[in-house]
Nanobody
Framework: QVQVVESGGGLVQPGGSLRLSCAASGSISRISDMGWYRQAPARREFVAAI???????NYADSVQGRFTISRDNAKNTVYLQMNSPKPEDTAVYYC???????????WGQGTQVTVSS
């Protein structure tokens, strides 16, 4: 069994900051990468991902320079630091874990982020 649990969502003002966390646990052989996606209103889009082996990160153009993804290997946890969020960043944020072998994916239940004054 593998569990993926997000936390840290909530209401944030435009220009503020918020940090999301995602912890993976259970029968995990080796993590390939972890990432964040968001869904609003009808499609799920990529936000950011980080390689577990070397820490290299990728970002969607819409969040580049504002959001930062990081990891804690010892805790099997990934973070998303959201700086200067905009109303259009409002969405349910989902964490995805991929494990080796095979890059099989697991998803968390999602956490709501609302950017509003």
């Amino acid at each position: 069994q593998v569990q993926v649990v997000e936390s840290g969502g909530g209401l944030v003002q435009p220009g503020g900051s918020l940090r999301l966390s995602c912890a993976a646990s259970g029968s995990i052989s080796r993590i390939s990468d972890m990432g964040w996606y968001r869904q609003a209103p009808a499609r799920r889009e990529f936000v950011a991902a980080i390689s577990w082996s070397d820490g290299s990160a990728n970002y969607a153009d819409s969040v580049q320079g504002r959001f930062t993804i990081s990891r804690d290997n010892a805790k099997n946890t990934v973070y998303l630091q959201m700086n200067s969020p905009k109303p259009e960043d409002t969405a349910v944020y989902y964490c995805r874990l991929r494990i080796l072998p095979g890059n099989y994916g697991y998803w968390g239940q999602g956490t709501q982020v609302t950017v509003s004054s």
